[in-house]
C-alpha cells in the first residue's frame, strides 16, 4: 500500500476530485486547507533573507492510501488536472504503509483500505 500527499491550488480541486472518481478501484481520500511556503516564497519570487516576513500561499492537501497497483493512475489523474503551467503548481509525494486497521471491523491491510 502507498500514502499519497499532494498539495494543490484551491480551485483545481472540484477538477482533481472528478478525475479521481474515475480511478477504478480507488476507494476514498481526504483533503485539508493548509498554508505554507515552497522555493519562491517573497512577493517578487525571491527567497527572503532571513528575519524577514514569509508570505504563506493557501493550498489543499490530498490524503489517498490505495494499492500499490493504482499508484501510477492516481499519480498522473493529478498531476494532470492540478495543472496549470504556472509556478507553484505545487507536489505530490509518495510513501509506503505499513499497515492499515479498519476500525469497524479490524480488517487489515488492503482489505481495510
Known sequence: MKEIKAYIKPFKL???MQ????VEGLSGMSWNRVE???RGRGADGSTPLRGEDVRF???VKLEIVCRDTLVDSVVEVIR?????GLRGDGKIYVSNVVDA???STGERGESAV
Not at 19 to 22: E, Y
Not at 80 to 84: E, I, M, N, V, W
Open 57 to 59: 500561499v493557501q493550498h
Open 80 to 84: 494532470q488536472c492540478a495543472h496549470t
Open 101 to 103: 486497521i479498519r476500525i
Open 19 to 22: 478525475g479521481l472518481s474515475a
Open 14 to 16: 472540484d477538477e482533481v
Open 36 to 38: 505554507g511556503y515552497g
